[in-house]
């Protein structure tokens, strides 16, 4: 991904995310709280979603799926400063970057990494397999 930042282009990739990227999301999700994440899962709009007969199943699961991705982008900023030093460990893990080289970035290009990070195909498949203990 190019992230442009005051003329100057910095690149940073992320790799496929498997298995080993559990761990450092869990360390971010710990930090927040669990129980915060899980009420990801039990919203009124998630329901909606679920319960509306128009759509294919698909298009269900992949709107319940990043209906949960985006509350779960929602809870992270909301709690940044518990989980900020796990979130730069999980960024440098999952990219070409290290910490240091992420602790500096300017704020429009570290947030444009957390963004992108959240959008992963990857991600948004492992919150729309989640959502599917609900349908």
Partial sequence: ME?????KQKLYTFKQLDATDV???CAVIGKIGIDKFTKC???ADLLK???DKTKA???????????????IGNIVVSNYPACEEELFVLLAKVSDKTVDEIKAFSF???MKMIVDFFKKEEFRDFFKVASELFN
Avoid at 3 to 7: C, F, L, R, S, T
Avoid at 59 to 71: P, R
Wanted: proline share 6%; hydrophobic share 50%.
């Fill in 23 to 25: 761990a450092p999301m």
């Fill in 3 to 7: 992230v442009i930042n005051g003329g």
């Fill in 108 to 110: 429009p290009v570290y």
């Fill in 57 to 71: 199943k698909e298009a269900i699961t992949n709107l319940a799926g990043i209906k949960v991705a985006l509350d």
């Fill in 41 to 43: 899962f039990e919203s």
């Fill in 49 to 51: 979603i679920f319960r």
